[in-house]
T-cell receptor, first 111, second 115 residues
Framework: GQGVEQPAKLMSVEGTFARVNCTYS??????LSWYQQREGQAPVFLSY????GLKDSGHFSTFLSRSNGYSYLLLTELQIKDSASYLC????????????FGSGTRLLVSP | GALVYQYPRRTICKSGTSMRMECQAV??????VAWYRQSPQKTFELIAL?????????EQNFTQEKFPISHPNLSFSSMTVLNAYLEDRGLYLC???????????FGKGTRLTVV
């Protein structure tokens, strides 16, 4: 089957960093995306990675290891407003393409 | 920019009844529309994927008999929850992609409450 796993919660402190982990077990892997979702809102696209390594996008960085089925989203210089859920989504090739989401990690940034 | 509207935003239905929700893409043509359900426990499940010129593919545990979907053109899709029960509660999200893009654009969802 297609499985995407994330820890349910993560807490961190303003001004520091947070790393949101994601592990996946899928066939036909064709890239991994991260989304941010605020309460009651639609998920918003942050980043897409398909090659191994670290992709630096400033406030957000993403890492991928395809051989380990592992990715993380790294948020640096945290602000209170970064408190939200972060969803990991794996793109799978199945004839066409489909996107399978993890259940999300709720990040709480405290002062 | 790419906008996805979902209607209604919230709905309450009695157990055993049905309700229909709609998804409209504005400003772009959707080549695929995926319907997801985000449960009260925050589980994010893919219900079905509808791709232009292909049959609608339902995920395990979801069937066309329970969640019939219509995707008549490149900008509109609708899904009905038939015979809704408590386990059908949640936020139903429509995720739209265009062409070969990897980004999924979401609507704000339809929140279904079953009483």
């Amino acid at each position: 089957g297609q499985g995407v796993e994330q820890p349910a919660k993560l807490m961190s402190v303003e001004g520091t960093f947070a790393r949101v982990n994601c592990t996946y077990s899928t066939s036909g892997f064709n890239g991994l995306s991260w989304y941010q979702q605020r309460e009651g809102q639609a998920p918003v696209f942050l980043s897409y990675v398909v090659l191994d390594g670290l992709k630096d996008s400033g406030h957000f960085s993403t890492f991928l290891s395809r051989s380990n089925g592992y990715s993380y989203l790294l948020l640096t210089e945290l602000q209170i407003k970064d408190s939200a859920s972060y969803l990991c989504a794996v793109r799978v090739r199945t004839g066409g393409y489909k996107v399978v989401f993890g259940s999300g990690t709720r990040l709480l940034v405290s002062p | 920019g790419a906008l996805v509207y979902q209607y209604p935003r919230r709905t309450i239905c009695k157990s055993g009844t049905s309700m229909r929700m709609e998804c409209q893409a504005v400003g772009f043509q959707a080549t695929s529309v995926a319907w997801y359900r985000q449960s009260p426990q925050k589980t994010f499940e893919l219900i079905a994927l509808s791709t232009v010129n292909s049959a609608i593919k339902y995920e395990q545990n979801f069937t066309q008999e329970k969640f019939p979907i219509s995707h008549p053109n490149l900008s509109f899709s609708s899904m009905t929850v038939l015979n809704a029960y408590l386990e059908d509660r949640g936020l139903y999200l429509c995720g739209v992609r265009t062409g070969g893009n990897t980004e999924v654009f979401f609507g704000k969802g339809t929140r279904l409450t079953v009483v």
